[in-house]
């Protein structure tokens, strides 16, 4: 299956800090989305993205359909305890699928 | 709200056994889909349905089947379960094809 590069893997960032990840790919995809993943919990839908070059906030978290659509980023501003998760980009192509990236592990020391 | 819900949290099965993982969801979503999720392997997509009755195998269907009936579940079986099989299932349903998925809390099936 399609493999979203996902990066970095994991962070360790103090508490107050500005947070930054992406995910790439090879192939061209209509909708980008961000996921965050509590421990033992489903993922929960954090921004959707449906347009080349389209910026959305929600809240501290802005993220960005890449201009080429083959790439997103999610920024996470003065980062709280509480942002503690995984966080999973995906894609989709306009077919029934998403593609999911391998996760950003992050941890926020207080 | 959209909801989503898998029928167990935690479930542990022997080997061999058949098991079902039931998911309901309660907005008239066209499309359910089952993926499973392991550590550095991020989330699979086992299968995924956009009708009812309808199925298309994901990355990963070997030694898993569904079943749809009705519009609003979707059922994961696992024929013969085996040890390889332990892993987080979580299931998820969107409007459309070009619209966001939904996930359930997910089921944590340990197969001894």
């Known amino acids: 299956g399609q493999q979203l590069n996902q990066s970095p893997q994991s962070m360790f960032i103090q508490e107050g800090e500005d947070v930054s990840m992406n995910c790439t790919s090879s192939?061209?995809?209509?909708?980008w989305l961000w996921y965050k993943q509590d421990p033992g919990e489903g993922p929960v839908l954090l921004i959707a993205?449906?347009?080349?070059?389209e910026l959305t906030s929600n809240g501290r978290l802005t993220a960005q359909f890449g201009i080429t659509r083959k790439d997103s980023f999610l920024n996470i501003s003065a980062s709280i305890p509480s942002d503690v998760g995984i966080y999973f980009c995906?894609?989709?192509?306009?077919?029934?699928?998403?593609?999911f990236g391998t996760g950003t592990r992050l941890t926020v020391i207080p | 709200d959209v909801k989503v819900t898998q029928s167990s949290r935690y479930l542990v099965k022997r080997t061999g056994e058949k098991v079902f993982l039931e998911c309901v969801q309660d907005?008239?979503?066209?499309?359910m889909f089952w993926y499973r999720q392991d550590p550095g392997l991020g989330l699979r997509l086992i299968y995924f349905?956009?009708?009812?009755?309808?199925?298309e195998k994901g990355d990963i269907p070997e030694g898993y089947s569904v079943s749809r009936e009705k519009k609003e579940r979707f059922s994961l079986i696992l024929e013969s379960a085996s040890t390889n099989q332990t892993s987080m299932y979580l299931c998820?349903?969107?409007?459309?094809?070009?619209?966001?998925?939904?996930f359930g809390q997910g089921t944590r099936l340990t197969v001894v």
């Open positions: 998820a349903s969107s409007l459309d094809s070009a619209t966001e998925a939904f």
């Open positions: 192939s061209i995809f209509n909708t």
């Open positions: 993205l449906y347009k080349a070059g």
């Open positions: 995906a894609g989709r192509r306009g077919a029934n699928n998403l593609f």
């Open positions: 907005m008239d979503h066209e499309n």
């Open positions: 349905s956009y009708d009812v009755k309808m199925k």
